[in-house]
């Protein structure tokens, strides 16, 4: 449950998000003292705020305790859904590989690298591989696109969208009727399924996770929702580490509940930074090591001689490896052995 349904002054509403607390189980924890030091109010008001919270939540059991506990799910259930689950593909054979098969529902995965190695050509690659129609073997779903840097252009999407469908009609049935067939499965149609918001402050960042539990639910086809990048306002302005780290700790544990309530796949852009190690200067992605955790899956993508290579760098359940991959004219694809450094875009 979010902050914004408790039945408080906009006024107190407005402090909590903007100190960190965006939902309800963020006060479950938090004492009277804290809240009023980090509100900057009595300790009286804190305290009846964390009572009007404690009300809300609806936790309250007759044995004194706060949580509800769910279903249990066996562990051959999980196993037997794994098996069979969809993923959804970035277009590079090798690529799906070490991703186990493509990107996964239910989970969070950060792709990270240097500016020009093709973050946001896989966003929105998978933007538009996410509408895959089932018969083709794909989840024929929706996505959210959260643009952050401004970099997410509207005529490359029609690019990538073009050769998506184009791709899934020449591996069609052999029937000269077939293109006739498919009125749906077109380009524009692409396009009008990928939801864009452009987010230009880490309170507008934080205030759209926190509404997009609302807008999933009225739009139930959402399986992909992609940040690029999580990274640029948090980046910026931020005196308070304390209040960066409970920030950023707070939008990661909502991406991953929506991932795992409405069973869509989070895939989150990250940034590199410099980071000083045994006597020299050593690029890492941005947000720290705490950050890293927040993660299911982290793919680091760079450059090897003249071609881009992705690793996988941290999995629950898959073997670090590489495979290397081309950003070209139709997206990203498998990459050739005589592939040239091309700059088509900036990621």
Known sequence: MEINTLPISASTRGKLISTGYTSLSSLSSISPSRLAQDLRIQESEA???????????????SDGTRAIVAG????????????????????????????????SLKEVTEFGGVPGIGKTQMG?????NVQIPVDYGG??????????????????????AEACVEDLLDNGPARKDFRASQPNLSAKNLLRDIFYFR????????ALVNYLEKFISEHKEVK????????????????????RTRLLSNMALKLMQLAKKFNLAVVLMNQVTTKY????????????????????????????????????????????????YAVTSKGIRSSASNCKRIKLMQA
């Not at 799910?73 to 098969?101: K, Y």
């Not at 929105?124 to 538009?128: F, G, K, M, S, T």
């Not at 779903?141 to 490359?156: H, L, N, P, Q, W």
């Open 47 to 61: 305290v009846e705020i964390l009572k009007v919270a404690s009300v809300n939540c609806g936790v309250g059991n």
């Open 72 to 103: 249990a799910q066996t562990a051959w259930d999980m196993l037997h859904e794994e098996e069979f689950a969809r993923r959804i593909t970035t277009s590079c054979e090798e690529f799906d590989q070490i991703l186990g098969g493509g990107i």
């Open 124 to 128: 929105i690659q998978l933007a538009v």
């Open 139 to 160: 989840l024929g779903g929706k996505a959210i696109y959260i643009d952050t840097e401004g970099s997410f252009m509207v005529e490359r999407a029609l690019q990538i």
């Open 199 to 206: 987010v230009c402050s880490y309170t507008e960042q934080i």
């Open 224 to 243: 992909a929702i992609i940040v690029d990048s999580v990274t640029f306002h948090f980046r910026q302005d931020f005196q308070d580490m304390a209040l």
């Open 277 to 324: 190690c045994d006597g020299s200067f050593r690029l890492t992605l941005a947000l720290g090591d705490s950050w890293s955790h927040t993660c299911t899956n982290r793919v680091i993508l760079y450059w090897e001689g003249n071609e881009r290579y992705a690793y996988m760098d941290k999995s629950p359940s898959l073997p670090s490896a590489s495979a290397p």
